[in-house]
């Protein structure tokens, strides 16, 4: 959705990007001069604590107040063009947006990332009845240096990523260049949810570690989600002596230095709809490194089986393929080198191109003029007002009537 606002701030609109005040967007979205940022407040922990049954439809009459509060009152009520929403979440999203589309008489279109119910079967167990985007330049345009600072930096914080001499990293010496017995660097980027099977990548490198002859691992796992937590600690239960495992917090801007850092990325996603493709792996090949994906139904869209990446069904072929690549690393890694080299020949097209070829003609970015619409929004948001109001005046009417 930042890519998406950023090209809309660029052709000209002034853009309200909405969303929850947990994450910070890049710098490229918040010193645009077209785009302002209004943050709602996701519900209160305190909700995660009561029963599934209860959480599910309080979140969702929280967040449809927080939102319908938004859209209603801090978006303009005359010039408004276009809603585009994400979708998951649909509800209450969907619904509100849906509304204030036709009180602002604006058009609304969705950028459609997966299904709503079977998320919801997936999270709440409940029984069963695109465009694609790159990495920003700055994943290309990394170079040593920046990413010799960057692990700098973050190893104030995560002591594993530090070097055995002052201003070095685990990656390089203090002069910024390469260590010549540095380890792999593997990569994950997950939202730590169900369909996103962990596990499996746990249990590979457990794998890993038990076999000799191979060289050390860096594992950097980047995400925030609900089963993060679970998933630290067991990995403080794991003692592995070849593998080191990070979970760096990272600033929007940081992200595509540390995808470049890498020699090769894993993703675990699975897709509750099996229709959705992960774009974190999109990401990965902007970067210009392979991918291990979790196999699923439409995984070969993007990986293709021994040309820019492999897929795996379990542990135990995950394990086989790191130690596949790792073999010879870094001198002599032939297979690895033979992957990344596919990698950087795969042709892309700029995100601007993409966008302007594929998401522009269906957000339907420059409707009609109405001649009546600024007169039917202000009636229309009057009736908001309305609704809004007549509530709350009388309870307070009812709550001062009886004190």
């Not at 077209?34 to 519900?43: A, D, V, Y």
């Not at 994943?139 to 594993?160: G, M, P, Q, V, W």
């Amino acid at each position: 959705m930042c890519n998406h606002s950023k090209m809309l701030a660029d052709e000209g609109f002034e853009v309200k990007l909405i969303g929850f005040y947990d994450s910070i967007p890049g710098e490229q979205i918040t010193d645009h001069p077209r785009i302002q940022i209004i943050g709602i407040p996701p519900p209160p922990d305190s909700i995660d604590k009561l029963p599934s049954f209860i959480q599910l439809p309080l979140k969702l009459i929280w967040n449809f107040f927080t939102l319908f509060w938004a859209l209603g009152f801090r978006t303009s009520a005359f010039n408004l063009r276009v809603i585009l929403m994400q979708n998951p979440p649909a509800l209450p999203t969907m619904i509100v947006c849906y509304l204030f589309s036709l009180i602002k008489c604006a058009k609304l279109t969705i950028d459609w990332h997966n299904y709503m119910y079977s998320i919801l079967q997936n999270k709440y167990e409940l029984s069963d009845d695109q465009v694609s985007k790159r990495t920003t330049k700055k994943a290309k345009e990394t170079t040593l240096s920046d990413i010799h600072d960057l692990y700098l930096r973050l190893s104030e914080s995560e002591s594993l990523l530090k070097g055995k001499t002052p201003g070095s990293t685990i990656l390089t010496h203090s002069d910024g260049s390469l260590l010549s017995d540095r380890p792999l660097v593997l990569i994950s980027s997950t939202s730590w949810t169900p369909d996103e099977k962990f596990e499996i990548l746990l249990d590979a490198l457990v794998k890993y570690n038990q076999e000799e002859g191979y060289p050390r691992i860096l594992m950097i796992i980047t995400g925030k989600g609900p089963l993060k937590e679970k998933y630290l600690e067991d990995i403080q239960k794991k003692s592995m002596k070849n593998v080191a495992i990070v979970t760096p917090w990272l600033e929007a801007d940081d992200y595509p230095k540390i995808v470049a850092s890498a020699d090769l990325g894993i993703s675990l996603h699975t897709s509750t709809s099996g229709l959705d493709l992960p774009m974190k792996v999109v990401d990965m090949f902007g970067a210009r490194i392979p991918v291990l994906a979790l196999k699923f139904n439409c995984i070969h869209e993007l990986v293709e089986e021994n040309s820019n990446g492999f897929l795996f069904q379990n542990s135990d072929e995950l394990s086989r393929q790191i130690q596949d690549l790792a073999r010879g690393f870094p001198q002599n890694s032939v297979e690895l080198e033979r992957l990344r080299r596919n990698t950087r020949e795969m042709k892309f097209e700029s995100w601007e191109v993409m966008w302007k070829r594929s998401a522009a003609p269906g957000a339907n970015l420059r409707p009609p003029d109405d001649g009546f619409a600024k007169l039917r929004a202000t009636i229309q948001f009057s009736f908001l007002v309305i609704i809004a109001i007549v509530p709350i005046h009388l309870a307070m009417g009812t709550f001062f009537g009886i004190f």
